[in-house]
């Protein structure tokens, strides 16, 4: 038997469960030190809760809890609770013990959107620490509160049910509580969180939050009761599909009818579609709409996903499944925050890619607070979560890297700050870590057109300081020189000088201030 | 119940299959768009091949052909083909149908990490053009050639066999063949592929590689015979131990005995530990040496695994499961492909992180045919695979950007590149895309150590060129003089003033280049 023979016979082939891929591959979804851990497990937890209450239209109370159980060995406990619809009972142990289980599949935003964070955290604590995730939960009027203790069985994607018992809900109780003991870096991964915190804050102004750390206690209250239209449910954009998605939605409408029509097909289906849309295109496609669904080919079913994508009269994707932040809210947030001099802020209309709606928004906020930096300072979100890590490959920094913004009066070292927001029922994200948005060219013509539009109000400001500036640096000069007149009007007057400088005072303040830039050939 | 309520139905938990997930989130493993995908498809066919070729100690033979199918579409077709080792029979279904399933989940350097890669390609090959893969396979000194057509059950994770055939294998051919016919984007993708193939001839110079595209043919034939050992299956190292890998380990040991003692545990399972070291660290860390593995509790491998972390004593993991290039194999690539002035090239000793030993090679080129830069142009490899994206957040640049450069006599703008390449048995990348690599600080510090002692050699070699420039100035400018000296010692002698000028220009020459620096002072 030679080594080859050896080499060879070696060679073995087999599957890997999902919770073995992302546990072997951490790194991917985040988790590649206690530092980084720490801070995305927080993350993950605060975004869970979010979307368990504001989605059902309640009103956010969330709390966060990081506290060490050994300092010296970098453990720490983290506590979330909130005030959300809870967990159903038989769903917890798959939600928390089954990596790609979930509820978050639906075309609607919402911030979790891979259904494998807070697995990727339970995984986590169990390797390096090896206790369970601590789950207490009650739906709305429900009698019992649920507690679970769970672990994952990592070979084969399976949750274990450590513990289970249930308490009577006296206080009438609903939301969730998550709990979970880790390895993490609290000291290195501090400052972080709170700018996570923070920025949660001025996205969600209508949440209640508060935080306590080692050293540390923060409190958001909540800001307005105005809480934005929840998303619905959406269907997908004709000029999305590929051919899977296409024939996962015929199979699908199959099942239940017979002998659908490529019309019926259609406007069942796909989003802001009606019959005459639906007629104009076929005709346009060269496709009869009578034909039916069953007797398409590859080939056609190709053509047909290559003309749907191509076909330029679709309506727009409708924003029902998406909930921006909306301007005002934008507004207001961004003040609260960075207290700029000024803040401009655009939502974009809807646009889609590969199917999924968008909404791109952005503000531009210029002085006050804001530091002079020696290019664009960038606050990334995306369905209302902060980004704060991997700017350098986000598709906003390549946007912004590529505007000359001397066009828009501004050089640097400026006070410039950007906040692109990006609501998607499917954010393109680089890593399954959520933090960078890739350059979806559909999304980076938003962000750009947004970003110009937000520039030029920003010129149109920085304009008017400039002449107000202007005026005011003429009327200093003017008024270094209304003493001497006054004196010498006063000299040749006999009359006292202040009644001339009082006088004349008036004048230049009417003339050169109120009257602006214009007013002063007068004088 | 109407299709659209079905679809819109409230909340609503379920699994999803592995394949559906990369399937909607295909932007994470670098399928974002027409042109990435194409790269991305190209990178992962010729990583298999090298992958199937030299880990068997065959010498590499590939060829790789993108041709269109439709110009106007955008859909082309990638060819690759290889003479490595083939896949068994039974496993090619699987091996292309299946996401997860694989070889490549043994503790040994190879280029594909995920097994997902070609899933991957044959995913986006089937939602954009609805083709399956076609694979041609044999292994060595087998009779038959078997054909395969192959699809991806989504929903399932299965693979659908669309046709099977076997043929003669009349010309003894062993290898594989993979063609996918995808929507690609050649002209965007062109630069990078052609780069992508250069790189990997620098990083591969025992591999003939051969490439055609449209308006395009390029062929790297084989610099050298000699091949890099190929890396052996290797055992975890204990200072890279976490609990649920100590958990999996004490099962599998005790599924094949009976009552396993710590020793017998920590001999048999870990990298370099012998029963003096076993006994050492046991005593050390406050364990029998006779405990029975079955016997210790949670908390106890909570402890146990921290100790093995942090003990000081373990030996550096042997590199027997690592391939690294070695030094003069790098600088003879780094010569080939940049022609520089100057290069030197380090291969650090085998260390580990997290249970996985990894060995950092580094290569320093200057001059020649590099263009100033105005920071370091970077080449990053690992495990011989060119990274040509997501330059910014790679451990790399921010390892190279941390240094102060001017300590190294080099000022930019530059002609300076620098060549980094970690082999490792799991290198942590930060995406499913494999093209930034974390930093994690086991890694940081090695690449450190191993930049600035090419860095010091680079500064000794500028010196060493200053001095002789110096030299060679201090020659020119007394050249200068040769004329008019040997003409005022011809009127003097009444010789031939040619006589003293030729004997001149041999003293100059002899003193002031030859003799260096140092010669000058005679003169």
Redesign the interface.
Known sequence: MTI?DE??S?????????AE?F???R??AGF??PVRALYQTVRELVENSLDATELYRILPDIHVRISYVSRE?NIVKVSVRDNGIGI?LK?VP??FG?V????K??LRQSRG???LGIKMAVLYA??????PVLVRTASPKSKNVHEFQILID??RNEPIVVSYKTMNNTRGWHGTHVELTLEGNWSSARSRIVEYIKRTALIAPYASISFEGPGIELSFPRATKKIPVPP??G?PHPRGV????LK?LIA??NS??QAVTLEDFLV??FDGVGRKTARSFLKWAGYGPAISIDELS??Q??DLA?KMKGYGKWRRPRPLSLSPLGEELLVKGVRKILKPEFVTAITRKPSSYGGYPFVVEVAIAWGGDIPSVDRPLLLRFANKIPLLY?E??DVSRKVIDGIDWSVYKIKFPAPLAIITHLCST?I??????KE?I????EVERELEIALRETARRLKRHISRIERQYEVKLRYITINKYIGEIARALSVITGKESKVFEKKLSEIVEQKVLKGGGRGNESL
């Open positions: 080859l080499l060879l070696a060679e073995e082939f087999r599957g890997l469960s999902p891929f546990y072997r591959n790194e991917i590649s030190n060995k159903p769903e798959n939600v089954k790609f289980y979930g509820s599949y639906k959107v891979f259904g169990q390797m390096t620490t090896g206790s990592i070979t619905s449910v269907k590929d051919i899977e998605l996962q699908y409408v239940s009818n069942k289906v590859i080939e079913l190709d290559r991997d350098g490959v499917k393109p994200f680089k890593g399954v870590g960078a890739a350059d979806v060219p």
